[in-house]
């Protein structure tokens, strides 16, 4: 017998929840193969076997907390101790005065032995069996092969007390079942996100800052270079461009790409701009960061927002992915809002969301009206050490950008 101990999957990370068991006790299980998803408060992540053998024992439910370092589960190495296992059940088979007590039938024959025999179960489920005056051929195994495990025989016996129960009771137990709240305990990402940004808005005085940008000229150069991103498999969406023209900005206002130390005494000019990108996954809120833009073309931002965004819908982002971020991107646009008031992710020192487009009248410069694409965004600050003209210049400088992205070719290295 072996246990399998739960490893370092992450820096700082002393717990997880077990997600999904994809085996259960009894299962052969080969090297490398899947054996259990569990969340940690970053990421999803999936636990292979390290060795053939079979699963002997899950030390951690469904849904509970997994300790690192602690025994996960306990598996035999394929081989070991297989004699012994065959003898035992062997044994087992061989008593039929035992056999024909653990199953007791109407007839009282011996065919009604053999058909015992072949449900699979261990000894201890046997027994179990045995002292509830149970038959083995009465219980649904949910095991491999249909073997009945002892969680199996535990159910049909709560099935069958439940049945026993008159049919007002059971009424009046499933309209109370109905009204309570279904609970769920925090944890993992959203665990995480809760207490981030508590922290965040109790210790981060925030200044927030709105303002209207007209995008028409951007939809329309995202039209004329998404055939050319697709025949590159490619998917080109307005996100490089707004990473890109804030990167560019940055260049501008190096101060809003900066970071407070913790003692709150020191600025951190940071020489990258690594724009985090706010995902609605499964798992939680999770924002992992495009690193070094101001390095990239359109097409790298691209691509490394589409790898980003996939991982993070699935809950599967690499630690290196989420840390490191010196400014963050919320497109709540996406999900049809107008309007809202982001929470920085500290200790980042400002954060831009980024409401839905719309196609509004506004006046030209000859007083004409014209149909314009008018995006909304609003800008948190942390007003420590940036205030209202500091985030105002930087957003007219990225505005600029994206009212006139031809423009930004100027500055491109």
């Known amino acids: 017998m072996s246990d399998f101990l739960l490893p370092d999957i992450g820096e700082g990370i002393v717990e997880c929840e077990v997600v999904e068991w994809r085996v259960a006790e009894g299962d052969h299980i080969e090297e490398d193969q899947p054996i259990v998803e569990v969340m940690t408060d970053k990421a999803l992540v999936e636990i292979t076997a390290p060795e053939t053998g079979v699963v002997t024992k899950l030390y951690v439910a469904q849904g509970q907390i997994a300790k690192v370092h602690a025994p996960l589960y306990a598996y035999r190495v394929e081989g070991e101790n297989q004699a012994a296992s065959e003898a035992e059940e062997s044994a ?99 665990a995480v996100m809760a207490k981030r940004m508590v922290e965040a808005a109790s210790t981060i005085p925030h200044f927030h800052y709105g303002e209207e940008i007209d995008v028409t000229a951007l939809l329309a150069l995202r039209e004329r270079l998404k055939p050319l991103a697709e025949a590159q498999g490619e998917r080109l969406t307005l996100m490089p461009f707004f990473m890109k023209a804030m990167a560019l900005a940055v260049a501008k206002e190096p101060i809003v790409n900066a970071q407070l130390n913790a003692a709150g005494n020191e600025l951190l000019y940071y020489p ?142």
Not at 173 to 182: G, L, M, N, T, W
Not at 350 to 359: E, N, S, Y
């Open 272 to 413: 990258q701009c690594n724009i985090g990108m706010a995902v609605d996954s499964k798992a939680g809120l999770m924002v992992p960061n495009v690193k070094n833009v101001e390095r990239l073309t359109l097409l790298e931002i691209a691509r490394e927002v589409g790898r980003l965004t996939t991982l993070a819908r699935e809950g599967r982002v690499d630690q290196a992915d989420l840390k490191g971020g010196t400014i963050s991107i919320s497109n709540i646009g996406a999900l049809g809002g107008t309007y809202a008031a982001p929470i920085i992710n500290a200790p980042e020192a400002a954060i831009v969301a980024i409401g839905k487009t719309q196609w509004l009248p506004r006046f030209d410069e000859q007083g004409a009206v014209q149909r314009r694409a008018i995006m909304t965004i609003t800008w948190a600050g942390d007003h420590r050490f940036i205030d209202g003209g500091t985030i105002a210049r930087f957003c007219n400088t990225w505005k600029g950008f994206l009212e006139a992205p031809d423009s930004m070719l100027l500055h491109l290295a």
């Open 92 to 190: 087992a088979s061989e008593k039929p005065n035992e056999r024909e007590a653990e199953l007791p039938t109407a007839k009282g024959t011996a065919d009604a032995g053999l058909i015992y025999d072949k449900v699979p179960a261990s000894p201890a489920v046997r027994r179990l069996v045995r002292e509830h005056s149970l038959q083995l051929t009465e219980i649904a195994g949910s095991g491999k092969d249909g073997r009945v495990l002892k969680e199996d025989v535990l159910t049909h016996l709560d099935q069958a007390s439940q049945a026993t129960i008159p049919s007002s009771q059971a009424a009046n137990k499933r309209q109370a079942e109905d009204s309570a709240p279904r609970v769920e305990p925090l944890r993992g990402i959203r």
